[in-house]
């Protein structure tokens, strides 16, 4: 168990439909990192959070948003799901922005398969 | 992000040391050299990161050129649960610093 935990760990669901996935990080870590990983595409940054803000964005489309709250999980939503959209979304937390002396701490992945 | 080169594949027998080579020609002076695994159906995990000076950890060793413009992640014995895909990543430390992750060398582990 890293400290980080994602829910659902699968979700099927059908093109045209809206998600959320969910991700609570490391106690004490402020920010939170989601990622993509298709198997044609690799590993893609979406979006990243610290303490409750937006730090960066990465190849997010539209379609996807995303928060953190004040108790610091983070929700990704993703909405008029495509067969493309089928993935593994990842979340990661650090302590501090660049992730300080341990690293990047990732959960274990949110299957979607969308159908 | 500078961009960093790695081979696709690699073997290695297990109990034996890998030594798993990273180009990064164009690295600047604050980026940090980082190395994450991501074994089968899992996220990928933190292995080892430095700046300049070797590294060591429980997990590996990082070997640093001293031009900073390769390096290598040493694992001492391989065991077959080091089977995995292994990436090297730069990260710069005046930005964001999310991970931008390339495609990893692919290390087998065989018995």
């Known amino acids: 168990d890293s400290g980080v935990t994602q829910t659902p760990k699968h979700l099927i669901t059908a093109t045209g439909q809206r998600v959320t996935l969910r991700c609570s990080p490391r106690s004490g870590d402020l920010s939170v990192y989601w990622y993509q990983q298709s198997l044609d595409q690799g590993l893609q940054f979406l979006i990243h959070y610290y303490n409750g803000e937006e730090r960066a964005k990465g190849n997010i489309l539209e379609r996807f948003s995303a928060q953190q709250f004040p108790d610091l999980h983070s929700e990704l939503n993703l909405s008029s799901l495509e067969l493309g959209d089928s993935a593994l979304y990842f979340c990661a937390s650090s302590v501090v922005v660049g992730g300080g002396p341990y690293g990047y701490t990732f959960g274990s992945g949110t299957r979607l398969t969308v159908v | 992000d500078a961009k960093t080169t790695q081979p696709n594949s690699m073997e290695s027998n297990e109990e034996e040391p890998v030594h798993l080579p990273c180009n990064h020609s164009?690295?600047?002076?604050?980026?940090?050299i980082h190395w994450y695994r991501q074994l089968p159906s899992q996220g990928p995990e933190y292995v080892i990161h430095?700046?300049?000076s070797n590294v060591n950890n429980r997990m590996a060793s990082l070997a640093i050129a001293e031009d900073r413009k390769s390096s290598t992640l040493i694992l001492h014995r391989a065991t077959l649960r080091d089977a995995a895909v292994y990436y090297c990543i730069l990260s710069s430390s005046g930005s964001a610093r999310q991970l931008t992750f390339g495609s990893g060398t692919q290390l087998t582990v065989l018995p």
């Open positions: 164009t690295i600047s002076g604050t980026d940090y």
């Open positions: 430095g700046l300049t």
